[in-house]
């Protein structure tokens, strides 16, 4: 036994001293393998080296393009990618800290740059788009959130339904600081294809019971830490076409496509990477997207970003090493990884030759174009919306159910819904016509006379219907009228508001604020009723354009862009405001590039570029000051004003010496004081469009007008330099600005700066449909309500005439 543990001591010892003797790993060795000879020194690497990174083998894809014209292409290997080689993987300490790598098994969800429950209730719903892999992974929904500190947290609850399966229900207890949760999918949630993600919040205030204290009410959620994670870190990879819907957006809501063309100088080009933008933007759908063209590969792929290489093998090969050797022979579509290592996947669309390419791109497009659709009966909004938009041609009946707003009870103070109505880009009902709500609803007896229902269109108050009886009701069919004024083109968000008092509100004893007896009931069986409308088309209008792309989406000949120069920023910005126009109409336009403004005479046409390269006749047609091109000043300061004569009427007019205006003005106060008339309500027709003159601080203005010959359209998206041209058009993407295009010049004027508009003066009829009684007479009566005066005339003129007949009859068969 002695000896025993004397051998295991001996034993013991000599572990822990060879132990001893053996350095600490380091935690990461770019040095040579043990037992292999080290390679000489060579000087260090710069930080960003010069030659490209070579990708990885492309990867077939699954459904393959058929070519225009059909072509025999080769078949194609399919080929593994290589994996990276150990070292590789690993990351510097040092390098850590100032790079973050790309987390490809990570989709983010929110399509907007910020998102906020306000109020008592409030709902917000959309579509994410997953890949087969993606769905069939192991998942995890991240997402982080900030109340406000009046929330009440033990009567305030959060809840998140994926696919109508609910994950999440919990208090909302987070006003000192945002909270992070993590939640477990559980299998079968998630589908391939779309997936509908809703969020809702049910909130009181701490103390106050009024009304007005719902205002200070909100949750906002994190879109850069709200997300879904997967277990399976390859299911971030492309391998087949449908998987480009599954692009996704980075954590602002952006979503962007980089076109990597090395020939993109060319000017041959550019009408076919025009036409591929608008395919990609109908295939992602995504209601942020905007579109970055450029020569080579610079630095890696963020979430949201896809890259498509688009050129011939020779062109490619500097950047993609690897791309596929069956190109030379026939055009064909592949997946690679992007150069950088981080696993992206990149589209490749390469050929022998740019003819072979062209007929690829156009294979591509037509799959997803639109056109042969005879008749849209919705707008394209399941992305950010939850539900597509129903869209009305004319006179109809829309169930709140079909539009996601299901029955409901509210036990708070101030109920909120909404729901969108579509509307065609030809749309003329702005000064007549009432659509109605006929509203199934009821109120308990709790609820005092002084309450009201408010319907709100495009955030203008359109109606107010006030609750005059006690003892409760039950509305059926109650209709609130909705004048026409406030609709447009295209989306139009309605809203309806319930604000209940009781009586219990007015004590607001302790606790009160927790009662959860109901007041108030929506019933889905409510419906939305539009009335027949005049349509006919009016140029100028930019809400037609950005509603239903209107009137490019419809040309029969391809549609004229004149660029101011042919490179990156005017390509890309030309690019984005195809692509979104595309997705508006859901149809892809021809375009056919021309460096000649002459040549887009008597057609629609499309201009981009800065103001100092826009032909002077052009400028003069949209009604553009010429003398913006010195005053604009790319730097937004500003600029000392230009000399100029100095005439008595300039004197009297800014001095109010002048007697007529004095007396016109003191003539419109009184019309508007005591008939609620404003000054341009007061005119026979409508007056030309003055000029405009962007002031120093706007970024890009878009304009539009009718061109000189009065049969096509031109619109021109305007910038005082290159840089503020991609910028301005990078926002101009954003939904929420791409909304509130309206009018016939609309300013973006920085980040934070909303987007402001010039209204439309003057406009050109142009008919969309032909000519019908009912129609013609629903045009006129708006056009006569718009101009009160030409109507007053027109009725005092008609007096007069049924006088003189009915004097003339009278004489003939009267006695004398």
């Known amino acids: 036994m002695n000896k ?258 090395p020939s993109l100088d060319q000017l041959g080009a550019t009408d076919v990477l025009m036409r591929l933008a608008q395919g990609l933007a109908l295939t992602g759908g995504m209601p942020n997207q905007s579109f970055s063209l450029q020569k080579q590969v610079s630095g890696t792929l963020q979430p949201g970003e896809l890259a498509v290489f688009v050129g011939t093998p020779d062109e490619l090969r500097p950047q993609l090493p690897n791309v596929a050797s069956v190109a030379s022979a026939a055009a064909i579509a592949s997946f690679v990884d992007y150069p950088g290592g981080n696993g992206a996947s990149a589209l490749v669309l390469s050929g022998p030759t740019w003819p072979s390419i062209q007929g690829l791109i156009e294979s591509f497009v037509t799959s997803t174009d639109g056109s042969a659709t005879q008749r849209r009966e919705a707008l394209s909004t399941l992305s950010w919306n939850g539900v597509d938009t129903p869209l009305l041609f004319g006179g109809g009946l829309v169930n709140f159910a079909n539009m996601g707003v299901a029955g409901e009870e509210f036990s708070g103070r101030l109920y909120r819904t909404r729901f969108t109505i579509g509307v065609p880009a030809d749309f003329y009902a702005n000064a007549y016509g009432e659509a109605r709500i006929l509203l199934d609803a009821a109120y308990s007896a709790s609820v005092l006379p002084g309450s009201h229902i408010d319907v709100l269109v495009n955030g203008n108050l359109a109606s107010t219907v006030p609750i005059t009886s006690t003892g409760g009701a039950i509305l059926r069919h109650l209709p609130i009228k909705l004048t026409l004024r406030h609709f447009k083109p295209g989306v139009n968000t309605i809203v309806i508001e319930a604000a209940l008092m009781t009586a219990a509100d007015k004590a607001c004893a302790p606790g009160a604020t927790a009662d959860d007896k109901s007041r108030f009931a929506l019933f889905g069986s409510s419906q939305f009723e539009m009335p027949d409308f005049a349509r006919i088309a009016q140029i100028p209008n930019l809400s037609a354009v950005a509603g239903t792309g209107y009137p490019y989406a419809n040309s029969r000949e391809p549609v004229s862009l004149f660029l101011g120069r042919i490179d990156e920023k005017t390509l890309s910005s030309a690019a984005t405001f195809l692509g979104k126009t595309a997705v508006a109409s859901h149809r892809i336009m021809p375009v056919g590039v021309t460096i000649s403004a002459a040549r887009a005479a008597g057609r629609d046409a499309l201009f981009v570029g800065s103001i100092s390269e826009f032909p002077a006749n052009v400028l003069s047609q949209l009604k553009i000051d010429e003398d913006s091109r010195n005053s604009w000043n790319p730097d937004g300061g500003s600029q000392a004003p230009s000399a100029s004569s100095l005439t008595l009427r300039d004197w009297q007019d800014r001095t109010g010496n002048n007697f007529l205006s004095r007396q016109f003005s003191a003539l419109a106060d009184w019309a508007k004081e005591n008939f609620d008339l404003s000054a341009t309500m007061l005119r026979f027709a409508p007056a030309t469009n003055e000029m405009y003159k962007p002031p120093s601080t706007a970024k890009m203005i878009v304009a539009q007008e009718s061109d000189p010959t009065g049969l096509g359209t031109w619109t021109a998206i305007i910038s005082p330099s290159g840089d503020a041209l991609a910028e301005g058009m990078e926002q101009f993407a954003m939904q929420d600005n791409w909304d509130a295009l309206k009018g016939r010049i609309a300013i973006y004027g920085g980040a934070d700066v909303p987007v402001d508009t010039v209204a439309v003066s003057w406009f050109r009829f142009l008919p969309t449909q032909s000519l019908s009684f009912t129609n013609a007479r629903l045009i006129a009566a708006n056009w006569l309500s718009d101009n009160i005066m030409s109507y007053s005339l027109l009725l005092a003129a008609s007096a007069v005439l049924v006088g003189l007949a009915t004097t003339g009859l009278l004489s003939r068969i009267g006695r004398e």
Request: hydrophobic letters at 40%.
């Open 4 to 261: 025993a543990a004397l051998l295991v001591l001996l034993t013991c010892l000599s572990a822990s001293s060879a132990w001893a003797q053996t350095p600490v790993p380091a935690p990461f060795d770019m040095g040579p393998e043990q037992g292999r000879q080290a390679p000489p020194a060579a000087a260090p690497a710069p930080s960003t080296p010069s030659a490209p990174i070579p990708a990885a083998p492309p990867r077939p894809l699954s459904r393959d393009i058929p070519l225009t014209p059909p072509r025999q292409a080769l078949p194609s290997r399919p080929v593994t990618p290589t994996p990276p080689a150990p070292a590789a993987q690993a990351t510097a300490p040092s390098q850590a800290k100032t790079s973050e790598p790309v987390d490809l098994g990570r989709r983010y969800l929110v399509p907007s740059g910020s998102l906020r429950l306000a109020g008592e209730v409030e709902q917000r719903s959309w579509s994410v788009y997953l890949t087969a892999e993606q769905a069939a992974s192991p998942a995890k929904l991240h997402f982080a959130y900030k109340n406000s500190i009046f929330v009440a947290p033990e009567v305030s609850n959060l809840r998140i339904t994926v696919n109508d399966v609910q994950l999440y229900a919990k208090r909302i207890a987070s006003s000192d600081q945002s909270t992070e949760q993590a939640v477990t999918v559980p299998a079968g949630v998630l589908k391939a294809g779309a997936n509908l993600i809703r969020f809702r919040a049910d909130q009181r205030h701490r103390t106050d019971c009024t009304v007005e204290s719902t205002f200070e009410l909100w949750t906002d959620i994190d879109p850069k830490k709200t997300f879904l994670s997967f277990d399976n870190k390859q299911s971030g990879r492309f391998t087949r076409l449908d998987d480009l819907r599954a692009v996704g957006l980075d954590g602002q809501g952006r979503t962007r496509f980089r076109l990597i063309v």
